[in-house]
């Protein structure tokens, strides 16, 4: 498996783009706790459907890429598996075609991408990294039908 994950990152294999898919993230170094939660879900629905060995396989690629890609080629910091890593699987386990797996992607981000887009538009251009600080006071939860309007 190290072996093809090398051959991989050296455009020897596969579509010799260089890249393995699902792992790095531009902001998330350490982990992308997105994956972290999304992994659960996946290994659940590979129990459901007899897809153990795949899942198996996926968490094995999951521990050797980052040591292969540190490996290989000089980063200055951590990369990971992001929440892509298992998308495919899942479309797959649930017999979506192939065809909508971009779609599904992309439909999922468009918010997301046009909130970024014009964030930069409303300040001049300039490239954003989200970073969240709360300005809110810390209170106790309270039950919703508790809550006054």
């Known amino acids: 498996m190290a072996d093809y994950l090398a051959k991989l990152l050296h455009k020897e294999a596969f579509d010799h783009a260089g890249l393995i ?29 007899g897809l153990q060995d795949e899942f198996a396989l996926y968490s094995l690629v999951e521990r050797l890429a980052p040591e292969i890609i540190s490996k290989e080629r000089p980063i200055y910091k951590g990369v990971n598996i ?32 046009s909130a970024h887009r014009m964030e930069e538009l409303a300040n001049n251009g300039k490239i ?19 809550r006054n309007a």
């Open 21 to 49: 898919y699902g792992v790095g993230h531009a902001v998330y170094s350490k982990s992308d706790p997105r994956a972290i939660i999304f992994k659960t879900f996946v290994e659940k629905l590979s129990v459901e459907k």
């Open 82 to 113: 992001n929440v892509d890593f298992y998308s495919g699987f899942v479309y797959d386990m649930l017999n979506l075609p192939m065809e909508l797996y971009t779609p599904i992607f992309a439909i999922a981000r468009i918010v997301g991408w």
């Open 128 to 146: 954003i990294r989200p970073a969240y600080k709360t300005i809110c006071v810390d209170r106790d939860y309270q039950k919703l039908l508790e």
